[in-house]
């Protein structure tokens, strides 16, 4: 079974009964590990379109739970079930949870590491204290605000308010959650959040293959916010020293933000400064000044001595990224795309109003990336399979115009490894008509 | 990538049913058990059939049975007409399967399981009318279609799925208006099963409440034997689970009921 991955979060959607003789056709420990290796930082179950399961059935999956996560450092459990689920699963398990269990996957994303939003006012209960104070502290961390309630009544009380939350959680459990360094993606910089102590750990905490592919993809500003970081270590010294001259090679720059060096030896922010990383108090002091933000790398993605230009290779593969773009719309359209003149020149999109664009990277023997700039008309056409319904509502156009991008991404890369050209792809990205301009 | 024009062709493609069968149909449903018997010894095809599905330990036979006679004698009018029927519905199903992982054998269990089970919860229900034990024989026409149209874009499937949870029978929906259970009709009115075949088949999509309170209520235990077998490793592992979504609020109010039948514990 495949898992679906969103917003850094990959989940597999087993349908009907689920019992010790079956689950191991559902999934497999190889599907898992597949899904952990697309950079996800939460592998769930959805129990939604379950309608019965029992002990023996949900033993199995929480042994690949255990497994996957102690190697990997993910979080892992299941979500999208109902009370009596829930409870049902707290029966079997009482005091010996130690997976994660989300009421939603809207939930989930609340603490996933790859959050998209923040600022999200979010509703709290649980029974269990330390589970309240828990959960609280890890929305906070994600720049949510938790309004946590102390007891059922009050949670109902303030449940019934219309529209006064985003999000409520109840009938959720966080178990040992993935101790993954988050990563978000503000404009062209990618931003890292590390916390308390650094040490020798980073190195497993640290998604480097992330790093490394951002990277590859043109991203020239890495930012590591370490506002709650409370001391650092030699190890995790030597480890940011050695980003630092990675990132060097490709004329990339690594901030520090917020961090302080009460508890740090001073000695250390000099070392990190001759490796060339920047130091800074807040974090509108980069991301508030454009200027600054230029001249750091972020005004662009692919600016840079690494910049990529056309080369022979690209050109006598380009028809074939031009064929997987044609036979993606034509699958998602059911109409007929006709290929015009296939010509070379530089971005110039005139009437950014009513253009949207998604984007996807790839790299490995080639590099790159392949944009889809669509007028917003047809990029509602072209994504009528994946929406299914007639809407106006842009984050909705623009997530599934990344789901498209997405298999056109999938496409080249079968393409390509016909050719025996083997590559990879990154997430994909969208830009807004009149913001996230596509030629920045 | 599927098209109105496909669907066409796939739906044109189907044969008439062949004059035996519907002589051996026609005959049973008058209850002419030993006429019937003699016409359906005359397709070898047919008699194999039977033989091989009735043998199956889902119908409990001690001793290998072999005669049609005998069959026809052992099952009754509804079950033989069933099985007609089912044979009917192997005739459309292709000699290699790509995109789910079956075999012949495993369609046939797969058959027989449904068919069995669907006896079951009709003598629960108190329900004995021929039609309605008939109807599940139209169910696995639904895969047998999503076979035969998605087939040769594998794929394309496998891609668009990676991203967005679609299950075939919405995919179809989308593109071409119509989905796999308005082809499972079509096939019926070719083969001139009594339309409530139809009903209950497309209510048993999850998608399509039937207006008729008994073929909707009939609709959801289809839906929920279809899921709780398609739940069977076999069928997990021929990729069969999800072909279609399972409609868990559609079967919510039978489910209790449903779990005591099959002894679910």
């Not at chain 1, 108090?281 to 001595?305: R, V, Y």
């Not at chain 2, 209950?200 to 899921?227: C, N, R, T, Y």
Request: with cysteine; charged share 25%.
């Amino acid at each position: 079974m495949r898992a679906l991955v969103k917003n850094g979060i990959g989940v597999f959607s087993p349908q009907g009964f689920l019992d010790g003789n079956n689950v191991g056709a559902f999934l497999s420990i190889e599907d898992i590990e597949a899904t952990a290796k697309l950079n996800v930082d939460m592998v769930l179950v959805s129990l939604k379109k379950v309608v019965f399961f029992n002990r023996n059935g949900l033993d199995i999956f929480v042994k690949m739970f255990t497994k996957v996560r102690a190697e990997k450092h993910i979080t892992v459990g299941f979500c999208d079930y109902d009370e009596k689920k829930f409870k049902a699963i707290n029966n079997f398990y009482k005091n010996d949870t130690n997976f994660s269990l989300f009421a939603t996957q809207e939930i989930a994303a609340l603490f996933s590491s790859s959050f998209k939003n923040q600022n999200k006012n979010v509703l709290l209960y649980s029974e269990d204290k330390s589970q309240r104070s828990a959960m609280a502290i890890e929305l906070h961390d994600s720049g949510h605000n938790p309004i946590i309630t102390q007891t059922e009544e009050e949670f109902e009380k303030k449940k019934s308010v219309e529209n006064a939350y985003d999000i409520v959680i109840e009938n959720s459990y966080l178990g040992q959650t993935g101790n993954n360094v988050a990563t978000r993606v503000t404009g062209n910089a990618i931003i890292y959040t590390v916390s308390s102590f650094l040490d020798t750990e980073i190195g497993n905490m640290f998604n480097i293959a992330y790093h490394n592919n951002s990277l590859n993809v043109g991203f020239r500003l890495f930012i590591f916010d370490a506002y709650k970081v409370i001391s650092m270590n030699v190890h995790a010294l030597n480890f940011f020293s050695r980003l630092a001259s990675s990132a060097a090679e490709y004329n990339a720059t690594i901030c520090f933000v917020g961090m302080t060096f009460e508890k740090t030896p001073i000695a250390f922010k000099e070392t990190l400064e001759d490796s060339g990383i920047m130091f800074y108090d807040q974090m509108d002091d980069i991301l508030g000044n454009k200027e600054l933000l230029a001249e750091l790398g972020a005004s662009s993605a692919d600016s840079g001595s690494n910049r990529r230009v056309i080369n022979k290779v690209m050109v006598t593969e380009l028809p074939r990224f031009i064929d997987a773009t044609v036979a993606t719309i034509e699958m998602m359209t059911n109409a007929t795309a006709i290929k015009e003149a296939a010509q070379v020149h530089e971005i110039q999109i005139e009437n950014h109003e009513d253009k949207i664009a998604s984007s996807i990277g790839f790299y490995g023997d080639i590099d790159g990336m392949v944009m889809l700039i669509f007028p917003k008309d047809i990029a509602k056409k072209a994504c009528q399979l994946l929406i299914g319904e007639e809407t106006n509502d842009l984050e909705m156009i623009l997530d599934t115009l990344a789901e498209l991008v997405n298999i056109v991404g999938g496409k080249i890369k079968t393409l390509l490894a016909d050719q025996h050209i083997s590559v990879d792809i990154t997430l994909p990205r969208t830009y807004p008509g009149n913001k996230g301009r596509a030629e920045s | 990538m599927i098209t109105n024009e496909k669907i066409n062709h796939f739906i044109d493609k189907i044969p008439p049913a062949p004059k035996a069968l519907q002589a051996t149909i026609m005959l049973l449903n008058s209850g002419e058990l030993v006429k019937a018997a003699q016409i359906a010894e005359t397709d070898l095809a047919l008699k194999a059939y039977l033989k091989n599905i009735v043998n199956k330990p889902i119908y409990g036979f001690r001793n290998e049975v072999s005669e049609i006679s005998q069959i026809f004698g052992i099952l009754g009018v509804s079950s033989s007409q069933q099985t007609v029927y089912n044979y009917m519905m192997t005739l459309l199903s292709p000699d290699k399967w790509i995109l789910f992982n079956l075999k012949a054998t495993s369609f046939h269990e797969l058959q027989a399981k449904l068919s069995r089970r669907w006896k079951q919860i009709l003598e629960h229900l108190n329900i004995d009318d021929i039609e309605m034990e008939s109807a599940i024989t139209l169910l696995p026409a639904s895969i047998i279609v999503s076979e035969a149209l998605f087939s040769d874009k594998k794929a394309d499937v496998d891609l668009l799925r990676s991203v967005n949870n679609l299950d075939l029978n919405t995919i179809l929906n989308r593109l071409c208006g119509l989905d796999l259970f308005d082809i499972c009709e079509k096939i019926s009115q070719k083969w001139d099963m009594p339309p409530k075949i139809a009903q209950i088949v497309q209510a048993s999509s999850g998608i399509k409440p039937a207006s008729d309170e008994e073929l909707d209520k009939l609709g959801k235990w289809m839906h929920l034997l279809l899921f709780y077998e398609l739940s069977q490793p076999m069928f997990i592992e021929a990729g069969l689970n999800d072909f279609i979504e399972f409609q868990i609020d559609y079967v919510g109010d039978i489910y209790d009921d449903f779990a005591t039948l099959m002894e679910i514990a």
